[in-house]
């Protein structure tokens, strides 16, 4: 079992009204229509870099590969980071995408789970294997190869790297869930 996460935020989001004009100016970009997340307005502290990642985030959530694959890749990426904010982000996505609360679930058993198709598990195995060995085997490569494309396969490792250093971030900085989002299965990993 890993170490706890830090319980409060070591870099607090920052409150819409202390935002300085170039921050309100990238908020808005992100265009949520609502109460602000606070991912962003976490990473909006540091302005020249926000904007920089957000089109790369972007590019990848409106990339080529399908958002249900996409997603089954950022979630079990999240579970295995233990980055519960990135799970409860993901989890509302990986509704919109077409996965069911039960598949979400089990995303968490991991690849050998029951009920799994192949291609679903195939993700959450080159998931894993990028998370524990940075590499994706031949073995499972071949089996990528067989189902996606040149510019989908360059993304399902672009995918996992991306949302381990968005996790990575969110772990390290702690930034906490907003009120109401969906906690880890089963008290988490």
């Not at 996460?5 to 609502?34: K, N, Y």
């Not at 198709?117 to 073995?139: F, M, P, S």
């Not at 510019?151 to 971030?169: A, K, N, R």
Request: proline share 7%; hydrophobic share 40%.
């Amino acid at each position: 079992m890993s170490p706890p996460r830090p319980s409060e935020p070591r870099i607090a989001p920052l409150a819409a009204e202390d935002m300085d004009d170039r921050q309100r100016q990238l908020m808005e970009q992100v265009g949520l229509g609502g109460p602000t997340v606070n991912i962003f307005a976490t990473l909006v502290r540091h302005p020249g870099l926000f904007r920089h990642w957000l089109p790369f985030g972007g590019k990848l959530l409106a990339g080529r590969l399908p958002a249900r694959d996409r997603e089954l890749l950022v979630l079990r990426t999240g579970w295995r980071c233990r980055s519960e904010y990135e799970w409860a982000q993901h989890v509302v996505v990986g509704r919109q995408a077409g996965l069911s609360d039960e598949e979400i679930a089990r995303v968490a058993e991991g690849p050998d789970a029951d009920g799994w198709d192949e291609g679903d598990r195939l993700l959450l195995v080159a998931a894993d294997e990028l998370h524990d060995d940075a590499c994706i085997t031949d073995a499972t490569w071949a089996a990528l190869a067989a189902r996606y494309d040149e510019h989908q396969l360059v993304e399902v490792p672009m995918v996992v790297g991306h949302y381990h250093l968005v996790s990575f971030t969110l772990n390290s900085l702690g930034v906490p869930l907003e009120d109401g989002a969906e906690r880890f299965p089963d008290g988490g990993a």
